[in-house]
């Protein structure tokens, strides 16, 4: 290396380094408040976890997505409406009722984002732990253990990453009568994988649909490692299905009402052509946790 390039690099780092002493500084204010929030919160949360999610057109699923979380120990469920006009009301008006759901309706394009935004700002006091997630994802603990339990074990980092095994139609065509567990239990292999996070929220900043930003520190996966590209994924202590695909005729539907996260249209041959790679192996481990719970 010639000197020049390693002055240079040098310099690089010590100026990424005071940038990054600048923003820890202009941020304490922030971070204070948040630790005296965090702090008051933790004495008497009203829930230890809740999942905040966006939908739509996903009536058919709504109900066995929530009595699943539910039983590992999700305690309240923020469902942001984006644009839905089939019966997702009466499917969830039970739930409403029973003081376990808040519906918002959210009539924006590209909602996803701004939707986990407004769910950290407004319910920041109601819960320890808040799950951004979908409605085709069913995070679980694989020993059978509820959720918050696990949890319990992190509470020091600001977020936990959850490793996704993805799942696709495992044949079939048309949606079957049996539910989303049961019917789709092939997945692809470990090279398919993306992490959603449970987040903090009194100490995240910047929510992401897949991994969020926070005031201090970082969110770390369930083993404490630092998700980045390329990284071989632990599904052993939570993890989560994504029910990518369920079947080709509702892949078809999803990819026609397009995706809350972008405005990109669909492709279509890319998304079957992906979904054929999604079936690689026989994973039940759901079914065993669920067994387990019992």
Known sequence: MAPWQSNLDRRRYRIENFKNSLKTLLRMPLIMRARLRDRAVSRAPRFKLTACAIFREEAPFLAEWIRFHQNVGFEHFYLYNNFSTDNFRTVLEP?????????????????????????????????LWIGLFDIDEFLFAPDGRDVPS???????????????????????????????VEAYTMRAGPDITTAKTIVNPRLVYKPGVHLSKFLFGEGMDTHRRTIVPGMPPKLDILRINYYWSRSLADLDQKIRRGDASTSALRDRDWHFDFESKLNVERDEAILEAMRRQR
Do not use: K, M
Request: aromatic fraction near 12%.
């Open 95 to 127: 739930f409403i009722e029973e003081g376990l759901v808040t519906l918002v309706d959210w009539p924006r394009p590209v909602g996803q984002l701004s939707a986990y935004q407004d769910c950290v700002r407004r319910r920041w006091n109601e819960a």
């Open 150 to 180: 696990v949890l319990r074990d992190y509470r020091d980092l600001p977020g936990v990453c959850v490793w996704q095994a993805f799942y696709g139609s495992s044949g079939h065509v048309e949606r079957p009568e049996s539910p989303v």
